[in-house]
């Protein structure tokens, strides 16, 4: 029957037939049942204990991608299952074949599972492979909420990507951020922070992107608009707000 939810008994064969059928992968490493994946991302608490019964070794097990349990758990918010994984030595801070960790994983609003994995010291810092940390897809994100927990467990809030440069504060201008670039500041950002493709500052961001909002509370927070970015162009609000009225007009 297709609705009838299978019995302690089956989901025991399954769990074991998986855990036998668990072999060595072409580069000699052993992978992990797929389904251990897909329970912990489901949140199917009771499959991952049990998987987890028989086969302790598999709770820090990565797949083909370098994930983990806690991996898949933390990015869909099944607090459940990562606090489970977590009292069963799961390690808080694997990183993924991109260096993602679980922390920065969750910053797709998982409020509680950001709270959890910081109460076991997850690093509020860890960056990607391309320097990104959790707070800079908090800040990206507009998470306020996420971005102040980073911040109280000691997260950088001026931390820089590898490549770009560019740090928590240059990501606000994507969501037009006021409040979020009023919570870095306070926290200690440099309003002035040139990244290294434009020279911009976050106030270029704001201002040549039209964030209205986030470009008035840029410079009320202290940043400089006489700043030349790599073409030369500073960031004239008033000019800006022409620009940007004429262009609502001519949208009408």
């Known amino acids: 029957m297709p609705n009838r939810r299978p019995t302690m008994l089956n989901r025991a064969f399954m769990v074991c037939a998986m855990i036998l059928c668990a072999g060595l992968t072409a580069a000699g490493q052993q992978s992990l049942p797929q389904s251990l994946q897909q329970a912990a991302a489901a949140g199917d608490l009771a499959a991952v204990q049990q998987m987890v019964a028989a086969n302790p070794t598999l709770v820090n097990q990565a797949d083909g991608n370098g994930r983990t349990p806690l991996h898949a758990a933390a990015t869909e918010g099944k607090i459940d299952v990562v606090t489970f994984l977590l009292s069963n030595k799961a390690a808080v801070d694997p990183r993924d074949n991109f260096g993602a960790t679980p922390l920065y994983l969750a910053q797709n609003d998982h409020e509680l599972v950001i709270r959890h994995l910081l109460a076991r010291d997850a690093n509020p810092s860890a960056a990607t492979n391309d320097g990104l940390t959790p707070l800079h897809w908090a800040a990206l994100r507009g998470t306020l909420t996420n971005a102040e927990l ?21 990501e606000t201008w994507s969501g037009n951020r006021a409040d979020m670039a009023k919570l870095l500041v306070r926290y200690g950002a440099d309003v002035n922070a040139v990244e290294k493709w434009y020279g911009f500052t976050p106030l270029h961001f704001a201002g040549f992107s039209m964030r209205m909002e986030l470009t008035e509370e840029l410079l009320a927070l202290g940043a400089d608009p006489t700043i030349k970015a790599a073409n030369g162009f500073t960031v004239d609000l008033q000019q800006i707000k022409a620009f940007r009225a004429a262009v609502l007009q001519r949208a009408k």
Not at 150 to 170: D, E, F, M, Y
């Open 150 to 170: 980073l911040l109280q467990h000691g997260a950088s809030v001026n931390a820089r990507s590898k490549v770009q440069q560019i740090t928590p504060l240059h």
